[in-house]
């Protein structure tokens, strides 16, 4: 591996997709060794970059796989180390860090420099890839989340057969969580402050339907009421009920752990970094951001909040190829407009060296409660929905922008054939149009309501 300094080894890497006219980037610093770090470490190797890379990591372990931390949060005590389940390989670094977190980031210009505990790093280009943590209101004395292996082992250490663990929050994790504390004896709770669960990603249709499975799982749900107050060993609910609990866990969501580029960027208010199409942040600097910090503006889909475990693995190759471009836009992503703005299609600065597949499709996945849930694309907050299935079983939810035949999203519940259908659908440049009568008879293929 080159060393800093060291002329490139070849003129012109050449990546998997060919020789591309390459920047004068020397080296990286990639920021977070979590999926989206790795990643970005693997497409920098795999573009052929030569130059020298510093992998920063704040957890001080090896990068490894979140989704089973509640799915298998029972069942599987030591993590789903990323090594052996994707066989990411650290060593393609030079200089791997992983209990040295960031604490600032300084943007002169093009100068690039990364503020640590151990002090400065230099370099020519940056990915920022840092992640989210999990949401904790600060007036919940000894409440529990879940987002880190650690987190997993105390709440594995802490769910014996019989304990009452009141989960705060039915969305993806709270859900999960639940179904696999309940499968082995502990008494749960779930407290839902919505109407429904899963409300904020799915709507309330579809929210609506997954009601009745924490009652087929052994979990007691409460909707429509907001957590009041927590003290040690009771639960205080706004319409007056106290929750005996012995654990309680705040499944409440995540924000991006952005903390530390305060002041060097510009973020939204939830605290992500606005990115363009190609992964890049507004500047002359050659930075980047990918996974669940940042907030993506895709042509197709408008503004994508990170979030999901695909988008950390898909989005680096795409904002790799983006750093080490020939060209980097004048001002990185101008042209975008107003981040909270109807999309553009025009307006959204296309990836480098546009492929099928560089504007990928969100895609969230879950096993929860007995049932697994697929959703590509982004559901509208006033899209319409048409059920493809019986409702109470198998059951396919596709969202439309209102009144139109424009598919936005799908979401299937134990229909695994609609899921592979969906991400064919969701493969093309722009998005579908149904025909809902169609797409609404669950015994036809999803692709012949295509129009
Ligand atoms: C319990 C759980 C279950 C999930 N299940 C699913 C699922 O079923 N389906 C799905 O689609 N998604 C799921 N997700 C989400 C998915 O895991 C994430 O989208 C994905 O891990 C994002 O990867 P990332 O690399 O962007 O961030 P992270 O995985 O959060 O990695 C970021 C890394 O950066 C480090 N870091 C933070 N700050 C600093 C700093 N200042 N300096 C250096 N390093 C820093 C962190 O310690 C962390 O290791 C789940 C998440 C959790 C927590």
Known sequence: MPTAGEPPATPVPTGARGPLPRAAVRSVVVVGAGLAGAQ??????????????????????????????????????????????????????????????ATGLRLDGARITVMTSEGPVEADAA????????????DWPGVLTLHTA??????????????????????????????????????????????????AALGP????????????????????????????????LADGRALGADHVLAAVGARPATAWLAGALTLEADGSVPVDAGFRVDGPARVVAVGDLARRRSPRHGWVPGGHWDGALRGPAIAVRSLLAEVWPDGGMAGLGDPAGPVDPAGAVAPVATQPGDDPAPYVFSTQLGHELGLYGLPGARDDVVLRGDPTGPVTALYLERGTDRLTAVLAIDRP????????????????HVDRAVAADADRPLRDAVR
């Open 205 to 236: 249709v579809v929210g609506a339907l997954t009601a009745p499975w924490y009652a087929d799982a052994g979990v007691r749900l409460i909707t429509g009421t907001a957590v009041a107050g927590i003290e040690p060993g009771a639960v205080h």
């Open 417 to 432: 054939r609609d899921i592979a259908a969906a991400r064919r659908l969701f493969a093309a440049a722009e998005l579908p």
């Open 150 to 199: 650690a987190d997993a082992a105390d709440l594995r250490a802490r769910l014996t057969p019989g304990s009452r663990l009141v989960v705060v929050g039915a969305g993806w994790i709270g859900a999960e969580v639940a179904g696999v504390a309940a499968a082995a004896g502990v008494d749960v709770t779930v407290v839902e402050a919505a109407a429904a669960p899963l409300l």
């Open 127 to 138: 990915v920022l890839a840092t992640g989210a943590h999990a949401a904790r209101p600060r």
């Open 40 to 101: 970005a470490v693997t497409a920098l190797r795999a573009e052929g970059f030569d130059g020298r890379i510093t992998l920063l990591g704040a957890e001080g372990v090896e990068p490894y796989d979140r989704p089973p931390l509640s799915k298998e949060l029972l069942t599987r005590p030591a993590p789903a180390w990323l090594r052996d389940e994707l066989g990411l390989d650290l060593g393609a670094a030079d200089d791997v860090r992983l209990g040295t977190a």
